[in-house]
């Protein structure tokens, strides 16, 4: 199995990328999204976060308290580093168990991470989308409902897309200029062949 992932700053269009490929029938790990699921369901792990954070950091029915884990990651980034240690390896295991069960030519793992934590280089090829600034930020407030200073802030707070592009093996422009399916398929015709 070739396993390809895909990254990019917020707004980038990461999603609405995986979304084209999964249109063509390539399979998608949503590597946040299945995160949020093994923080609930993995009771190793959901132990290891109760050591780290507290048992305040689930309600009594199991699920993660979202709101009480933010206010404190958000303003501890060694709390943060330790939090994403312990979850980072039981992601990766787990998209590798996911990744060998697939019947496609190549399947990709979607991550907002990938290039931060080096988990790239596990990987066979690596896909970085990318959108000028003020596009995403207007994209995101417009998703999000949210202010334009909270994205200017998550922004910064991530790796430049320059540093994403120098480690990509192909690079998707979502400035709205060239045709998205366009360049998944040129991409998909390079992966297949
Ligand atoms: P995040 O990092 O927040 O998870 P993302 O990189 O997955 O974001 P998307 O959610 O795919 O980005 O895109 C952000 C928003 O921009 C979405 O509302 C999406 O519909 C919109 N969008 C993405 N690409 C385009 C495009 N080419 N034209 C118009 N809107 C777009």
């Not at 303003?75 to 697939?102: C, E, G, Y």
Request: proline share 2%; glycine share 6%.
């Amino acid at each position: 199995m070739i396993n390809v992932g895909i990254t990019g700053g917020i707004g980038s269009g990461k999603t609405t990328v995986c979304k084209i490929f999964e249109s063509i029938g390539i399979p998608i790990y949503y590597a946040d999204f299945e995160a949020k699921r093994l923080m609930y369901k993995n009771k190793n792990l959901k132990q290891k976060i109760k050591d780290l954070l507290g048992n305040q950091a689930y309600y009594s029915n199991g699920r993660l308290n979202k709101p009480y884990v933010a206010s404190i990651v958000f303003n501890d980034k060694k709390i943060l580093n330790s939090l994403n240690t312990l979850v980072h390896p039981v992601v990766t295991q787990d998209a590798t168990n996911w990744s060998a069960k697939q019947n496609s030519k190549y399947c990709i793992r979607e991550a907002a991470l990938l290039v931060e934590n080096s988990s790239y280089k596990q990987l066979d090829y690596l896909i970085v989308v990318t959108a000028p600034i003020e596009i995403r930020i207007k994209r995101v407030v417009q998703r999000d409902n949210t202010d334009i200073s909270k994205v200017q802030l998550r922004i910064k707070n991530q790796l430049s897309e320059n540093e994403k592009v120098k480690v990509a093996d192909f690079v998707i422009d979502n400035g709205g200029e060239i045709s998205l399916f366009h360049q998944v398929w040129k991409i998909h015709q390079i992966l297949i062949s």
